[in-house]
């Protein structure tokens, strides 16, 4: 089976822009979670997609929405761009959305914002 | 709001040896836990997951969970230059889905 693909890889902005960045589950995976990775935070959780249902959401502002489609791929969108969004954003998926199940990052998508 | 506690290391090793790798949770009703390893310029992969007291064993590595003392650990035997990465724990944020609160890490060296 093909892995979890982000696209694209890599991204600059300037303050103000929005983004929107894309994640492809394995296949038959249902659930979909979005993650920003820093040097200063780490790993932090941005939202859950189970089913085309927002299922969690993470401490972000309302600036960092998403969303997942019937065939399960989903995108996440930043407006109004900040230097502090500047990280990697890593998708994963898993298959059945139960909290012991594995889950599979993606590459990330580095976003830079200038 | 749960929180996952690690120490950022660097833990160094030498070749051969046990590295011994530690977390710390907040939340006593956490049920699930985590070892993701991620290699510099690479994504999270996840290496062991343990649900019950005890150790559990998967080749060379082991973790450890005490609920009682909201503490779990993962021990590498025979450390390899290969296993130089950071290695980051993780627990359920809640009991229903599959979003995780990360510590922010270990990173482990091993030299040769």
């Known amino acids: 089976k093909a892995g979890v693909t982000q696209t694209p890889r890599y991204l600059i902005k300037t303050r103000g822009q929005q983004v929107t960045l894309s994640c492809s589950p394995i296949?038959?995976?249902?659930?979909v979670s979005w993650y920003q990775q820093t040097p200063g935070q780490g790993l932090q959780f941005l939202f859950e997609?189970?089913?085309?249902?927002?299922?969690n959401k993470g401490n972000f502002p309302g600036r960092f929405s998403g969303r997942q489609f019937s065939n399960s791929r989903s995108e996440m969108n930043v407006s109004t761009l900040e230097l502090g969004d500047s990280a990697l954003y890593l998708c994963?998926?898993?298959?059945?959305?139960?909290?012991?199940?594995?889950?599979?990052f993606g590459p990330g998508t580095r976003l830079t914002v200038l | 709001q749960k929180e996952v506690e690690q120490n950022s290391g660097p833990l160094s090793v030498p070749e051969g040896a046990i590295a011994s790798l530690n977390c710390t949770y907040s939340?006593?009703?956490?049920?699930?836990f985590f070892w993701y390893r991620q290699y510099s310029g690479k994504s999270p992969e996840l290496i062991m997951s343990?649900?019950?007291?005890g150790d559990k064993e998967d080749g060379r590595f082991t973790a450890q969970l005490n609920k009682a003392s909201q503490y779990v650990s993962l021990l590498i035997r025979d450390s390899q230059p290969s296993d130089s990465a950071t290695y980051l724990c993780?627990?359920?944020?809640?009991?229903?889905?599959?979003?995780?609160?990360f510590g922010k890490g270990t990173t482990l060296s091993v030299s040769s």
């Open positions: 296949s038959g995976h249902r659930s």
């Open positions: 939340d006593r009703v956490s049920q699930s």
């Open positions: 994963a998926s898993s298959s059945d959305g139960y909290s012991t199940d594995t889950q599979y």
């Open positions: 993780a627990v359920p944020a809640n009991q229903a889905g599959t979003a995780l609160i």
């Open positions: 997609y189970f089913s085309e249902t927002q299922r």
């Open positions: 343990i649900y019950s007291n």
